[in-house]
């Protein structure tokens, strides 16, 4: 008797074990969806485009945005698409893309493409945004279009100037996302206004950062580090310390290669702020 207890016991034990093994292996890439919400869809005679962000929506500013394509006629994700997009700002008198990456598979076996899209104006009444992508899978080309909702940030992360070298930049705070009193990882993006359709990564510049709390007697806070590029082409990475929740004035030199300053200047007792900027509150 005792021992057919032992044994129902022990049974039970390694029915729920294996229950637990297979409930365990998920699928490898089931989970690429984990914290992200969808945007929107596009979709033409062939594809739904599903567009992601971590928060659903677009913003004036730094935008990463990730991408499935969904194949109407068998209902799977393309998982072999080359994808080019082209973002254009459809103003009153004129149009003009912005800053963007490259869009690419986020990992080999998934079906998820991911990027980014800087948008420096935000939409209006009379002005707005569209998406082309244009996408190529098994050697056949096909494309969707879409407007997307771009509605103005009410903190300034994003700026658009002109250098003492007389050139056009944009730069945009990319993160953190979610700032932390903390020495927080700090992503700044610099790229050049070539012309209304080219806004190509400006390389080997640095971003000094000043952090201050104007509500504070212009407090600023110790160990941050100006932000440098890791790779020629990427985004530049840096130290913003944060002693403190409230709103942040994230005062900016941008210089160039030579260390000259284009923009921007030292915050000192005479001068409480720089010209170039970033605004965050949390
Ligand atoms: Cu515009």
Not at 32 to 49: C, F, P, R
Not at 227 to 246: E, I, P
Not at 249 to 276: C, F
Request: proline share 5%.
């Amino acid at each position: 008797m005792k021992l057919k207890i032992i044994f129902a016991i022990l049974s039970m034990a390694l029915f729920i074990v294996s229950c637990n093994d297979s409930d365990d292996p998920v699928a490898p890439f089931e989970n690429e969806l984990e914290g992200l919400a969808k945007i929107k869809e596009m979709s033409n005679d062939t594809h739904i485009i599903e567009l992601y962000s971590p928060s659903g929506t677009l913003t004036q500013g730094f935008n990463e945005v990730s991408v499935r394509i969904k194949n109407k006629s068998t209902g799977e994700f393309e998982k072999n698409a080359e994808i080019s997009w082209l973002p254009m700002m459809q103003m009153m008198s004129m149009s003009h893309s912005c800053p963007k990456s490259e869009i690419k598979k986020v990992s080999a076996n998934g079906t998820l493409y991911r990027g980014y899209l800087v948008f420096q104006m935000a939409q209006n009444d009379m002005e707005f945004w569209n998406l082309t992508m244009d996408y190529s899978i098994n050697g056949t080309d096909y494309e969707a279009v879409s407007d997307l909702d771009v509605p103005v940030s009410s903190k300034q992360i994003v700026t658009t100037f002109t250098g003492s070298d007389n050139e056009k930049y944009i730069l945009a705070y990319a993160e953190p996302k979610n700032p932390k009193v903390a020495v927080n990882d700090c992503v700044i993006g610099v790229w050049k206004m070539q012309d209304m359709m080219n806004f190509p990564v400006v390389n080997n510049y640095t971003v000094k950062i000043d952090p201050r709390m104007p509500s504070m007697g212009n407090h600023t806070s110790p160990n941050n580090e100006a932000a440098k590029q890791s790779s020629s082409g990427g985004l530049y990475y840096g130290k913003l310390s944060l002693t403190m929740t409230g709103f942040w004035r994230i005062n900016l030199q941008l210089l160039d290669e030579n260390g000259n300053v284009l923009k921007g200047e030292e915050v000192t007792d005479s001068n409480p702020e720089s010209s170039l900027f970033f605004e965050i509150e949390f």
